[in-house]
């Protein structure tokens, strides 16, 4: 039997799931029809998937929490094709950034550069939600904050990509989202 003693292990027998509804699928296809270029559109739809899965685990956890997402990225056409992530998620007095992803094996997250260099996108949280559109669900990952991410950053001496992306450990997010 595997020994599974590592926190990362234990989160992925007991994830953070939600199940994707038809009406998710639709409001994303939609959002993302007005996007240029299949590659934007593909990560327009990927974002409002993992956006509109964590609000649904948030609501289901906390019901009494002012949410506003009219100011994220994603919905602002001049960012939309600009940054592969939905920043400016308003949480009662907290910004959020979400990072979706494909695949939570593998050990590093690209986090856009401008989510964590530009004032006006920078968030006080990140948070990873894997999107498993053929399973219709969406998984809650991780959270790290803005000031971890920060000292890390500068104790690597962390380079943008070409992407213009950092690519940042899994392991630096907690499993724990509560």
């Keep these: 039997m595997t020994n599974l003693t590592h926190s990362t292990d234990l989160r992925r027998l007991y994830p953070e799931v939600v199940w994707l509804e038809p009406e998710h699928f639709e409001r994303a296809s939609q959002l993302s029809d007005c996007v240029t270029g299949e590659?934007?559109?593909?990560q327009r739809y990927f974002n409002m998937l993992a956006l509109l899965g964590f609000v649904q685990w948030l609501a289901e956890r906390?019901?009494?929490l002012s949410i506003d997402w009219h100011n994220i990225s994603i919905l602002q056409p001049q960012y939309a094709n600009f940054i592969e992530a939905v920043c400016n998620l308003r949480i009662s007095e907290f910004t959020l950034c979400l990072i979706a992803t494909e695949n939570s094996s593998d050990e590093l997250v690209s986090?856009?550069?401008a989510a964590i260099d530009l004032?006006?996108?920078v968030a006080h949280f990140y948070v990873i939600v894997e999107v498993q559109e053929e399973q219709e669900q969406a998984i809650v990952r991780g959270i790290l904050r803005y000031d971890q991410l920060a000292r890390y950053r500068q104790?690597?001496?962390l380079q943008v990509k070409p992407d213009?992306?950092?690519?940042v450990p899994l392991s630096l997010f907690d499993t724990e989202p509560n």
């Design 111 to 113: 986090v856009p550069r």
């Design 39 to 42: 590659m934007h559109q593909w």
């Design 119 to 121: 004032p006006e996108f």
């Design 62 to 64: 906390v019901s009494d």
């Design 155 to 157: 104790s690597v001496n």
């Design 164 to 167: 213009w992306s950092y690519q």
